[in-house]
């Protein structure tokens, strides 16, 4: 059974939040200022978009004069995606197995179409 972080799903929930992630990933890192001008959002959005994302381990800030700058913890986020991964798979093995039923249901129904 896949053990489910739901904070990290609640995190990556986000579409903001995963273009953030796409953005530091990209550039390697970023301040919230210098992301806020790239997203349709406020800074302080961005802020706090980075704070949930740090508090989930998928990112760490260092300080840099006035400014945080954040990077992607990249061994974190390959156990994310694995996790994530998982999770899919055993809800396509779920979905396999509803299928299943219904079409055993289906030919148990014969043909059904003239009903």
């Given at each position: ?41 406020t800074r302080q959005a961005v802020a706090k978009h980075l704070g ?64």
């Amino acid at each position: 059974m896949t053990v489910v972080d739901d904070d990290l799903w609640s995190a990556v929930g986000d579409p903001t939040r995963r273009r953030l992630l796409d953005l530091l990933l990209a550039d390697g890192t970023g301040t919230a200022t210098g992301l806020s001008d790239r997203l349709p959002v406020t800074r302080q959005a961005v802020a706090k978009h980075l704070g949930v994302l740090d508090r989930v381990g998928l990112v760490h800030a260092a300080s840099a004069g006035r400014e945080k700058r954040y990077r992607v913890d990249e061994e974190r986020l390959a156990r994310a995606v694995a996790q994530l991964a998982s999770v899919g798979e055993a809800w396509d093995a779920r979905l396999r197995r509803i299928k299943r039923i219904a079409e055993s249901v289906q030919r148990g129904r014969g043909d059904g179409a003239g009903r």
